[in-house]
């Protein structure tokens, strides 16, 4: 299978480059396996994690930062290639995909917010990525491949249980990947591709899969998230791959109209709120060498993007998530 579901996300962009890498058998238990970084207790005021590689994707870190630019903390190192974090909604807990998890575990991960408790979600070695929390905290969303030619959303409780499949793996669109729930849990979007593998853009349905439509009208929209209120959208809008392409940052309304480019002739992913809704992280890799790339904030109403990483620069950048709020409040 095409690794990362062919140009279906950035990730094969943004996560190295990625030929599908090599499990490793490790001897020792994912726990000390793992390197858990020394520090002191997270502050609060650390926002946004970050996932970072190094070239060939041997090693990757899971870093916490400010997202005004002014401090980081790593708490977490793995062999191989991880990515694509996501915040539980009380921010105590993270959900990442790790390539290299070890054999006889699932390849979705969690791990607390000072880099304890790694464990994996599952025993289910069933191929799988980018899964994404609910908004009560109870259930996680994926990508599940059903078999080598049908991909469906998988839904689970955070241990693992009661796997259900969000369109009975019966899908009507292929390829599908990141998930992304709607603030009132109703509701999951997630980006598709046709069973010739071009994009098919995003997509939406209840729960039950019920009430399955496009969500934005281009084919290249991808990597799909609802602001905290669930007013508007935030994705990236692709112009197809070869040496001159593009990822625009695109905002919406909720339903998917009135579409706007915050940023254009760039190549920019991984949208992710801040909790008050009135900025947006992402990901911007450079249209020009050094191919390393970084973070950057903007307004959710348009402006100046503010690299946030400039002395964190990586050749992979495996994604980003901005802690929710907690307690009623719109910020740490």
Known sequence: MTSRVLALTAL????????????????????????????????PSLDIAYMTQTSGGTQSDLYLLR????????????????????????GDSLVFTW???????SPIWIVRADGSGL????????????ARWSPDGQSLAFFHMVTLDIYDIGITKTDGSDLRLLLNGEAQVLGMGLPTWAPDGKRIAFESAGADYNPNGLFVANLDGSDLHQLTQSANDQSVRWSPDGSRLAYTQWNGLGPGFRFSLMVSNGDGSNPQALTTDVRDYYPTWSPNGKTIAFIRLPNAPPSY????????????????TPDLHSPACAGIAWRPKRNGSNAW
């Open 99 to 105: 390539d290299a998890h070890p054999e006889g575990t």
């Open 119 to 130: 464990r994996p979600v599952s025993s289910d070695t069933s191929y799988a990525y980018g």
């Open 293 to 308: 790339c970084s973070v950057y904030t903007i307004p959710a109403q348009g402006g100046a993007p503010v690299e946030i």
């Open 67 to 90: 997202s005004n630019g002014n401090g980081r903390q790593l708490i977490l190192s793995l062999p191989g290639q991880a990515y694509l974090p996501d915040w539980a909604p009380g």
């Open 12 to 43: 094969a962009v943004v996560v190295g480059a990625c030929s599908s890498p090599e499990k490793l058998a490790l001897p020792t238990p994912p726990e000390s396996s793992a390197h858990a970084a020394s520090a002191p207790p997270i502050d």
